[in-house]
């Protein structure tokens, strides 16, 4: 009797599952941003730069930051070196990501402004302007890209002590991960009384 309910089940589930698809595929510019630099990066000769967890971190709260400045032809790429936004919670930013000013020295973080992150915009903020001299540079060998609104930031670690941006204790996962777990859960829980409200019938 129940049986022939099961794959009614299923097409609900997966409606469901589906459903959560947008918050997990959130990050497309990021990703997008993040293969065109390394082809730019094979392009001028160069090692192509790995993903760090803790630069992504670091990059995501700076975009955080920026999120509410406006786009303006003296942020971001077009900044003036040395004028850069400090922020007054950088060392707690820094201690969330797992990382201090000691391990961090030889990284670098840029900021672009591009309206809905056109994924051309975006690259060319990065290979056609004052950020090129680090995207040339061979010292660096990791990467994390964080966004937020019309900000992505573009964080930059080498693999020496002073900017490997690995102080982690790396066992602990961080929020992103926090988040689909609980999606996750309250998926089970939905399916789980779709299935009870189904057999009671
Ligand atoms: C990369 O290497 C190739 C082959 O060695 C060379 O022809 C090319 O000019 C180099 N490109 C750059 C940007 O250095
Ligand atoms: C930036 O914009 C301001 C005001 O719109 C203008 O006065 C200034 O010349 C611009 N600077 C550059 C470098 O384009
Ligand atoms: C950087 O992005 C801004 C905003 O979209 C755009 O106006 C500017 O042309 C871009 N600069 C480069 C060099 O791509
Ligand atoms: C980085 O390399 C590219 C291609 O070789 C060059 O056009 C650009 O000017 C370089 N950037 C800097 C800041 O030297
Ligand atoms: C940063 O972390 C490293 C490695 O854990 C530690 O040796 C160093 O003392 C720390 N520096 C500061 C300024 O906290």
Known sequence: MAIHKLPLLLLLSSIILFHNRPVLGDTDEEDTLFTDINSYRTSQNLTTLNKNKNAECLADEIADQFKNKPCTNDTGSATVPGTEPQFAEYPQILAKCHLNVSDTRDGSIMPACVPRLDSNLALTN????????????????????????????????????????????????????????????????????????????
């Open 126 to 201: 990065f290979t056609k302007t004052q950020y090129s001299l680090k995207l040339n540079d061979s010292k660096f060998t990791g990467m994390g890209i964080g966004k937020e609104d019309d900000w992505i930031v573009v964080v930059l670690t080498t693999n020496t002590p002073e900017g490997s941006y690995s102080t982690a204790t790396k066992d602990d996962d961080d929020d992103s991960n926090g988040l689909t777990i609980s999606i996750g859960l309250v998926n089970y829980l939905i399916i789980f009384m779709f299935s009870f409200c189904f057999f009671l019938y």
